[in-house]
């Protein structure tokens, strides 16, 4: 099986997320996408706690998807090339990033390492282009592909400010974010 890998914060996730999941299963050969929450950041940065983040990332609800707790469960430093040794084995995987992600590829650790063991999938995002593309990664594209800029920190901001996400994330990852008083 090929399976594709959404890594991230997902603090929160969001709707975007599930439109790159929909749209890397309609546009390329992956037969499922597993969103993977990391439990450590690389670099540190202020985030919910990851109780909170796996708990709203379960709520995401797409078929052919699933949560994988591959990081949290190995307490791994959200180093990509750390988690290829915990990935069950028989099947294939394509780690997906965002084109946002590509100039700053190079400062991932063991990059190279990384890039010889996974190929990658980039999807676009609008504001940044699609390069620069190293070996072993192709670009998601498609005359239907859509793209948005949703993302995680416009969410916060909105919910700081008081402003709606109704329309940004599913609505029980909202009301999670309520109830629990996140990001305030």
């Known amino acids: 099986m090929r399976i594709g890998l959404l890594g991230g914060a ?28 990391n439990y450590g950041q ?12 796996l708990a709203m990332t379960k709520l995401l609800r797409l078929p052919k998807t699933e949560v994988s707790t591959l990081e949290i ?18 099947n294939e995987y394509r780690f997906i990033i965002g084109s946002d ?8 650790g063991k990059w ?4 010889a063991k996974m190929s990658f999938l980039v999807f676009p995002r609008y504001g940044f282009p699609n ?12 005359d239907i592909l859509i793209g948005s800029n ?7 901001n909105r919910v700081r400010l008081g ?7 599913p609505k029980a990852i909202g009301d999670y974010i309520s109830t629990h008083s996140l990001y305030r």
């Open 10 to 37: 997902f603090n929160p996730p969001h709707n975007g997320h599930l439109a790159i999941a929909q749209q890397i299963l309609d546009f390329t050969d992956c037969n499922e996408v597993w969103f993977l929450p």
């Open 42 to 53: 690389i670099p540190p940065k202020p985030v919910a706690n990851v109780t909170h983040r």
């Open 73 to 90: 469960d190995h307490k791994l430093d959200g180093d990509t090339i750390n988690l290829v040794e915990h990935l069950p084995s028989g």
């Open 101 to 108: 992600q590509l100039p700053t590829f190079h400062l991932w």
């Open 112 to 115: 190279e390492e990384l890039l």
């Open 131 to 142: 390069e620069p593309l190293y070996p072993n990664m192709t670009v998601v594209t498609s």
């Open 150 to 156: 949703i993302s995680s920190t416009k969410i916060r």
């Open 163 to 169: 402003l709606s996400i109704d329309q940004f994330v």
